[in-house]
Each structure stands twice: as C-alpha cells, then as structure tokens.
C-alpha cells in the first residue's frame, strides 16, 4: 500500500511551481505490494505473488523500457513463443489434463474437451450483431459471440487464472477492454482484433523492446527473480512516520480502494462511497518444490473450470518456463497452486482464520488427483494473500468516471492509481504509476 507525497517549491508563481521532494509511504516495511520472492541459499526461487511477464503492447513495453531504465537487462530470462511452457498450456476438465491447441490444426478439429471445432465458434463470431448494452459481463460477452461452451469453459478459467474471479461478474468493458474495443469499433472481435492495430501510448521502444520483439517474447522473469525489481527502492531507507502528520501538495495514492474510502475525511462520503464498490478479492497460495522431475505433461500449468472445482484455480508449473530458478545441483520440479479467489471462503472459510495446512493439503490434493504426482514435497510454502485482486464488476467503468470527476469538480490534490483502478497485472499497475506522474507535469 502506497502513498507518494508531491511537495512543490514555488519560484514566484504557480504556474512557474515545480517539485521539490517526493515522499513514498509504505504500509508495510518492504516495497513493492505483493510481489514478493524468497530465494534460498542453494539458488532455488519461489515467487509468492507475481511470476512471468507478458511483453506484449503499450503497457508490456513500457515495463521493459523501464527495467533498461533500472538496468536490469542482463537480469532479464525470457521465454520465447516457441518455448513449451508457452506453447502447452493445459485445462483440467472432468477429471483429466487437455491441452489448449496452440495451431492450426487444433482449432480446426474436435479438441477435448470441447464439443466441436473452436474454428466454428470463432468464423461464426463475424455473424454475431453488436451487443446494445454500455457493459457486459465476460461470460455473457463471450457466451453470446462465441457459444456458451467457450464461455463455460475458456472464458471461465482465463478469468480465474488472471482475476481469480467469476466471470459471470467481472466487466468485459473493464477486464478485456481489447474485446470490447473490438466489437464497437469493427462489430467484431476477430475482425477487431485482427484489423485494429496496437493502440500508442508508452512511448518510444528502448533497445530491450525491440530485442523482446524480435525474439518473440512470450514472457520473462528475472534472474533472482520478481522482487529485483525492487532493487533500487531498497537502496534507499525506510522511516518510521507513525503518528507524523505531513502537509503535502499532492498525494497520488496507490492504496486498495476500500483502504483509500477509511482514510478520507466525511466530506468526501460521496467518493468514499464509491472507492468501497471495489471488492477484492483473497488467495491461498502454496509454492510446492519435488525432487526430480514429477511432472506428467510439460507446460506453463493448468486452469480448472469452476464447474470441475470452485477452490483451486490453476496449478503452473513454475520450473518449466524458468528451470532457471531451480536449486542447484539434483533436479527438482517447483509449482505453485493457487486457491480460492471469489470462492475463499465458500470452499476454505474465512481468510483470517485459514490455517497454512489446510492450504497445503488442499494443494497436494489437488497435485494427486489432477497430476498422478503422489510423492511428497521436498519444501513448501503456504500463504493467504488478503484482498490481493481487486474485481472489476459490472459498471467499473463508471465508477471510474464519476470518482475522477468528482476529484475534478472538487479540485482535490489526489491522484488515484494502482490494481483497483485501471488493471490489475504488474504491467498495468506500472503504466498506470507512470500516467499518475505524467499528469501532474505542468500542474506543480
């Protein structure tokens, strides 16, 4: 949770204003939110957050743009298309592993577990007339270009994998705006998708970019993993501040939505109100590592349906894309599973009173019966992530708008950015710190 403080230093005028300190408040007594990485003293990596990021558009270059910036480039393990964690990704549908087609000529033939080519539901999609409603939710989105099968199945699992929440909930408008972007603007997401182009907006392409780019990129990590992104916060102290009272110019605040709605004063009720309209959501998360190699199918990992099992979301097979992380010596095999989500508490109870090993038996459970691995972990690491994801619900978007408007009409000095608002992957959560700062050049 985080705070940044703007101080301006005026030379005679506002306009001539510009700042003079910035001061970032944390809640906690490291950086970087829920990115969080243990790295063991044989080599071994577990990320207990954050994993694998995409390169992909505006906001996956300007992440890269950023880490040259840091120069991180030599820290940098990328994992190309071609790779297999990129390539295989799997869905455990009643009760076995299938494989997503990542060709041609799987999505022109009957694939389990679908019914019927995915071909069919993509060329027929072009038919579809464009839906009249301002927001959709992304099952009925998907249900009603695609077919409900890709809805109940494909669409169901990428939100629990990437929200960890229920798709019949979350907003198209908002969790895949490419989508709906695609149906206004072409009356089609394919011919949207195919025809619209890569929208601007993250500046020019530093030379890692274009190394991304031209080695085609799927994801990457780093070598000591996620949290060496952190590095150059850590170089600096952290002070304590409890009880200090700071007069400030401008705060531009990265906090949780409902975290934001407590703090601020009653005659903001109206804003407050709806910053609290923003659920998040909680995640049991258990990094498990096994020695040799256990796994039965090679691949980034597997999403379940929350028809097969409303309390494990996907399980990734972490030492495929990076074998990088792995301990030195003898080989092992490390994966994570990751639970709950809008089902915690339906499936696992109330997340302050999980206990670590109801979440590691949860796991190893679900390792036996979805992957055949019965032996038992060498390490692992159980954590419940309170109210880590933010869920973007029918009518974000406006939510949006009007708390923005109201920090307008009310000529607040606030700035809201982080997971709550504008996107929720590390990438988005940077690009969204960097509009944050850009906007206040030329107001301070």
């Given at each position: 949770?985080?705070?940044a403080l703007i101080y301006k230093h005026n030379t005679?005028?506002?306009?001539?204003?510009?700042?003079?300190?910035?001061?970032?408040?944390?809640?906690?007594?490291?950086?970087?939110?829920?990115?969080?990485?243990?790295?063991?003293?044989?080599?071994?990596?577990?990320?207990?957050?954050?994993?694998?990021?995409?390169?992909?558009?505006?906001?996956?270059?300007?992440?890269?743009?950023?880490?040259?910036?840091?120069?991180?480039?030599?820290?940098?393990?990328?994992?190309?298309?071609?790779?297999?964690?990129?390539?295989?990704?799997?869905?455990?549908?009643?009760?076995?592993?299938?494989?997503?087609?990542?060709?041609?000529?799987?999505?022109?033939?009957?694939?389990?577990?679908?019914?019927?080519?995915?071909?069919?539901?993509?060329?027929?999609?072009?038919?579809?007339?464009?839906?009249?409603?301002?927001?959709?939710?992304v099952h009925s989105f998907v249900s009603r270009r695609?077919?409900?099968?890709?809805?109940?199945?494909?669409?169901?699992?990428?939100?629990?994998?990437?929200?960890?929440?229920?798709?019949?909930?979350?907003?198209?408008?908002s969790c895949l705006p490419p989508l709906h972007r695609?149906?206004?603007?072409?009356?089609?997401?394919?011919?949207?998708?195919?025809?619209?182009?890569?929208?601007?907006?993250?500046?020019?392409?530093?030379?890692?970019?274009?190394?991304?780019?031209?080695?085609?990129?799927?994801?990457?990590?780093?070598?000591?993993?996620?949290?060496?992104?952190?590095?150059?916060?850590?170089?600096?102290?952290?002070?304590?501040?409890?009880?200090?009272?700071?007069?400030?110019?401008?705060?531009?605040?990265?906090?949780?939505?409902?975290?934001?709605?407590?703090?601020?004063?009653?005659?903001?009720?109206?804003?407050?109100?709806?910053?609290?309209?923003?659920?998040?959501?909680?995640?049991?998360?258990?990094?498990?590592?096994?020695?040799?190699?256990?796994?039965?199918?090679?691949?980034?990992?597997?999403?379940?349906?929350?028809?097969?099992?409303?309390?494990?979301?996907?399980?990734?097979?972490?030492?495929?894309?990076?074998?990088?992380?792995?301990?030195?010596?003898?080989?092992?095999?490390?994966?994570?599973?990751?639970?709950?989500?809008?089902?915690?508490?339906?499936?696992?109870?109330?997340?302050?009173?999980?206990?670590?090993?109801?979440?590691?038996?949860?796991?190893?459970?679900?390792?036996?019966?979805?992957?055949?691995?019965?032996?038992?972990?060498?390490?692992?690491?159980?954590?419940?992530?309170?109210?880590?994801?933010?869920?973007?619900?029918?009518?974000?978007?406006?939510?949006?708008?009007?708390?923005?408007?109201?920090?307008?009409?009310?000529?607040?000095?606030?700035?809201?950015?982080?997971?709550?608002?504008?996107?929720?992957?590390?990438?988005?959560?940077?690009?969204?710190?960097?509009?944050?700062?850009?906007?206040?050049?030329?107001?301070?």
């Open positions: 949770m985080v705070f005679g005028c506002y306009k001539s204003a510009h700042v003079s300190k910035v001061v970032l408040l944390e809640a906690t007594g490291r950086f970087g939110g829920w990115i969080n990485t243990t790295r063991r003293e044989d080599g071994a990596v577990f990320e207990h957050g954050p994993r694998g990021v995409r390169p992909s558009g505006a906001v996956g270059r300007n992440t890269l743009n950023l880490l040259s910036d840091l120069g991180l480039e030599r820290e940098i393990l990328p994992v190309p298309h071609d790779h297999v964690a990129s390539k295989n990704r799997f869905l455990y549908v009643n009760g076995q592993i299938h494989k997503l087609p990542s060709s041609l000529s799987g999505v022109v033939r009957t694939v389990p577990p679908f019914s019927s080519p995915i071909i069919l539901s993509v060329m027929k999609e072009v038919l579809v007339k464009k839906g009249k409603e301002e927001d959709e939710s695609f077919g409900s099968e890709l809805a109940d199945i494909a669409m169901d699992c990428l939100c629990r994998g990437v929200f960890a929440g229920d798709s019949r909930k979350l907003s198209v408008r695609a149906e206004q603007d072409w009356g089609s997401v394919l011919l949207g998708l195919l025809l619209g182009g890569e929208k601007a907006g993250a500046g020019g392409r530093s030379a890692l970019a274009q190394r991304a780019k031209a080695e085609s990129w799927a994801q990457w990590s780093l070598t000591d993993g996620m949290q060496t992104l952190l590095m150059p916060c850590r170089r600096r102290s952290i002070k304590q501040v409890d009880g200090a009272t700071l007069k400030v110019d401008h705060v531009i605040s990265a906090l949780p939505a409902s975290v934001l709605a407590s703090l601020l004063p009653p005659a903001a009720k109206s804003l407050s109100h709806l910053l609290c309209e923003i659920n998040t959501v909680s995640v049991g998360l258990v990094n498990l590592e096994y020695e040799g190699s256990v796994l039965p199918v090679m691949g980034f990992g597997h999403l379940i349906p929350s028809s097969e099992d409303k309390g494990v979301l996907g399980v990734v097979y972490d030492s495929v894309p990076f074998p990088q992380h792995n301990r030195r010596g003898e080989p092992t095999t490390r994966m994570t599973v990751m639970m709950g989500g809008s089902w915690f508490e339906e499936t696992l109870g109330p997340p302050d009173e999980v206990k670590d090993q109801v979440l590691l038996d949860r796991a190893l459970q679900a390792v036996r019966s979805h992957l055949n691995i019965t032996s038992s972990p060498v390490w692992s690491k159980a954590a419940v992530l309170k109210n880590c994801i933010p869920q973007y619900h029918l009518g974000h978007w406006k939510r949006l708008e009007a708390m923005r408007q109201y920090i307008s009409d009310h000529t607040l000095p606030l700035t809201l950015t982080g997971a709550s608002f504008d996107g929720v992957s590390v990438n988005d959560v940077i690009f969204s710190g960097r509009r944050a700062a850009e906007g206040l050049v030329g107001k301070l």
